[in-house]
């Protein structure tokens, strides 16, 4: 073997291996979205995307109340994630939000509002670039006893506006576990007369200063958002903070 | 995707040969001069029509009293014929017992008949119907063709009332909804709870308050300790002869809290609490998982926020 075909067969092992994650492109959605491939520009041109099992997206297959649907979001089995897209491909806003796992396991619980059925999707961008798409239909109906509650909006909620109320886990099989709400009216601007007016930034730090996760939101994030993640190792006081689209900022500490 | 599938629905409606919407009413015969249509203990399905719900009429010496109009025109139209086939006596008032739309959307058929509900569901109906009559469309397809909202005139009051020489007892409580109203007629001794009780077949919650929903259940048990007593048509599911569908929504209602609470006390998030499991006592009945699934979707945000402590 010459040393130009030496390299010839390295280069075509190199094809070979590289082929299937190029394939992921061409891969046939298992969620057969018709808009699956308009999704395309949510990623970087040349990204290479992936559909992979081990990107789960839990979430009730029928939604009842279309303005609270719940996701879990888990690519913690991917190992090391920078960042999860969450997004619904036929909501009129289609991006739901970002979160960049740090200290914590690229893990999350949320609520979104979802305008009609559509797949729910997370793509988790592990270090070697490489996106890993999982998903599930949500279909959204709803009528008769079977219609989503109507609570209107209390009238003091300006006073309330980005408070937080939380909690940690430390004991039994939830341990390590932080619940948290942020009042706010997520409005999307999709209602007329009501500008678009949501949390844009919201970051957690754990008692050794270290970042767990930072969330860039989107209007389809629930109103009144509730996140469900977990501490990761070091335990004490969890800091969350953050601000909206209108630069209302907030600080706050989830005591242990 | 929204109008795919409206026309799926309308495509399985057909399917089911309900070409004819006929909802089959026969009155069953719940005491003298009391009689009741009992609708499945399903969902809303282009096949049912949305006929999963009972209504009911009391014939006074004076003329009928009807008790909820039903999903829809057709339901309507088709109960008032069935009432006229056991009794000729004019229609004198039409009730509805609370604002969901399986209880008031046949009110189109009784024009000419004075339409009577409690304060709350006739603002709940004038804010909310339009709404519920949309999604019924997209639930259950052609069988609600034509149908409109009519809102009840007449505000009811809770006390005794005499309509027709027949003496009622109306009960202005809330639990359910805002505003529910249950009806108890002392000649036969029969009580309509409306769906404060269902019987057979899962609690619905969308609007629902459990703690107001449980104090109106005592309410209505005192009734059924008194003397003349005689029979129950709860909103969904089966008559009874005794307090069974008030017992059975109560523990539903005081599992389904209590569920709510431990999950909510153990950290886990709405989709964790959706998976757990139901006791076996109330798995058994009709629509247990999805009527479960659709109230922690309901109830767990309040629930939550009891336990999450605020933080500063
Ligand atoms: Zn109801």
Redesign the interface.
């Known amino acids: 073997m010459n040393l130009m075909t030496g390299i010839a067969a390295v280069l075509l092992a190199v094809l070979a291996t590289v082929r299937p994650a190029l394939a992921g492109q061409d891969e046939v959605d298992p969620l057969a979205s018709p808009r699956w491939a308009d999704m395309r520009y949510l990623f970087p041109e040349g990204a290479t995307l992936r559909f992979d099992p081990r990107v789960r997206v ?3 297959a ?4 279309p303005l ?1 649907v ?3 979001v888990d690519a913690s089995e991917l190992g090391p994630v920078s960042e999860v897209l969450v997004f619904a491909d ?1 909501n009129p806003i289609v991006e739901v939000m970002r979160f960049f796992p740090e200290a914590a396991p690229a893990w999350l ?1 949320f ?1 979104i509002k979802l305008q ?3 797949p729910v999707r997370a793509a988790a961008r592990t270090a070697d670039g490489v996106w890993h798409v999982g998903g599930t239909w949500v279909t959204t ?10 609570k209107a909006g209390s009238p003091d909620w300006q006073a309330r506006l980005n ?5 940690q ?1 430390n004991r ?3 341990a390590d ?1 932080i ?3 942020i009042e706010h009216p997520m409005d999307t601007g999709l209602v007329a007369g009501i500008p678009a007016f949501h949390l844009d930034q919201v970051e957690l730090l754990d008692a050794a200063g270290q970042r767990l996760m930072r969330l860039q939101l989107h209007e389809p994030v629930s109103e ?1 958002p ?1 996140f ?1 993640l977990r501490r990761g190792a070091v335990a004490g006081p969890v800091e ?1 903070r953050g601000y909206d689209n209108n630069g209302n900022a907030f600080h ?4 242990p | ?2 109008r795919w ?1 409206s026309g799926f629905l309308v495509l399985l409606a057909g399917a089911a040969g309900a070409a004819d919407f006929d909802y089959g009413l026969k009155a069953q015969r719940v005491a003298d001069g009391v009689h009741a249509f009992i609708g499945k203990t399903e ?2 399905t282009p096949a049912n029509g ?1 006929n ?1 719900v009972n209504t009911g009429f009391i014939v006074a010496p004076g003329g009928i009293i009807v008790i909820d109009s039903g ?1 829809s025109r057709r339901y309507g139209e088709q109960m008032r014929r069935a009432i006229a086939a056991v009794d000729q006596r004019p229609l004198v008032l039409v009730i509805n017992t609370h604002h ?3 209880h008031f959307l046949g009110n189109q058929a009784f024009a000419g008949v004075p339409l009577a509900a409690l304060p709350g569901t006739i603002k709940g109906i004038g804010e ?1 119907g339009n ?2 009559a949309e ?2 469309f ?2 259950t397809g052609d069988w609600m063709q034509g149908t409109e909202v009519v809102v009840p005139g007449q505000a009811l009051r809770a006390g005794h009332q005499e309509t027709a020489g027949r003496r009622l007892r109306l009960l202005a409580l809330a639990g359910h909804t805002e505003a529910d109203l249950a009806i108890y007629d002392e000649t036969s001794g029969v009580l309509f709870t409306g ?1 404060l009780g269902f019987f057979e077949r899962a609690p ?1 919650t ?2 629902a308050d459990v703690g107001r929903w449980l104090a109106a259940l005592d309410a209505l048990e005192a009734i059924t300790r008194e003397p003349g007593f005689r029979a129950i048509v709860p909103g969904h599911g089966p008559v009874a002869r005794d307090a069974a569908p008030l017992r059975q929504t109560r523990a539903w209602l005081n599992w389904l809290q209590m569920a709510l609470r431990r999950s909510a006390e ?7 609490t ?1 998976a757990r499991a139901i006791p076996a006592e109330f798995a058994v009945l009709p629509l247990s998982a ?1 009527e479960y ?2 109230s922690v ?2 109830l767990f ?1 309040g629930v ?2 009891e ?6």
Not at chain 1, 144 to 149: D, E, F, L, N
Not at chain 1, 252 to 255: F, G, V
């Open positions: 839990l979430a009730p029928v939604a009842e109340n609270q719940p996701l879990t036929f619980g609520r009609q059925s559509t109906v709803g009528g008769g006893c079977t219609v989503p509650s109507a408070q937080v109320s939380g909690r886990w039994g099989a939830q576990r619940r948290l709400r009144n509730v469900t969350v706050a500490r989830i005591a | 995707m929204k599938l969902d809303f949305g999963i999903p969901h739309p399986d909310e709404a519920f999604n019924l997209r639930l769906d619905t969308p609007h153990e950290g886990l998030d709405m989709n964790e959706m999805s699934r659709r979707g309901h945000p939550e926020q336990i999450l402590e605020p933080a500063r």
